[in-house]
């Protein structure tokens, strides 16, 4: 069993910074894939940026340049710098990693941007 727990979420006014992060606790075999999604109000769970185990990234297009993950190896914890963030940012955000044949959802993190 794996847990994924999410933490960092919160207001910032427009063109401010979060970093949320992400641990993996139980039973933790080999991470191939670690993601951040975001959800907001009425709209469809989207992918934000991923990371693999060899450390290749990538970025949903809105947020190339702005946002970057990274991961920990140790701590099996993943991360996402978030910098200028802008009011269409707000979401939840979720954290989810790969392991084999499984993968899992963290609780989400909730992030509000004024403007």
């Known amino acids: 069993q794996v847990q994924l727990v999410e933490s960092g979420g919160g207001l910032v006014q427009a063109g401010g910074s979060l970093r949320l992060s992400c641990a993996a606790s139980?039973?933790?075999?080999?991470?191939?894939?670690m993601a951040w999604y975001r959800q907001a109000p009425g709209k469809q769970r989207e992918l934000v940026a991923s990371?693999?185990?060899?450390?290749?990234?990538n970025y949903e297009d809105s947020v190339k340049g702005r946002f970057a993950i990274s991961r920990e190896f140790a701590s099996n914890t993943v991360y996402l710098q978030m910098n200028s963030l802008k009011p269409e940012d707000t979401a939840v955000y979720y954290c989810?990693?790969?392991?084999?044949?499984?993968?899992?959802w963290g609780q989400g993190t909730q992030v509000t941007v004024s403007s």
């Open positions: 139980g039973t933790v075999f080999s991470i191939d894939l």
């Open positions: 990371i693999t185990s060899g450390g290749s990234t």
């Open positions: 989810r990693m790969w392991m084999g044949n499984s993968a899992n």
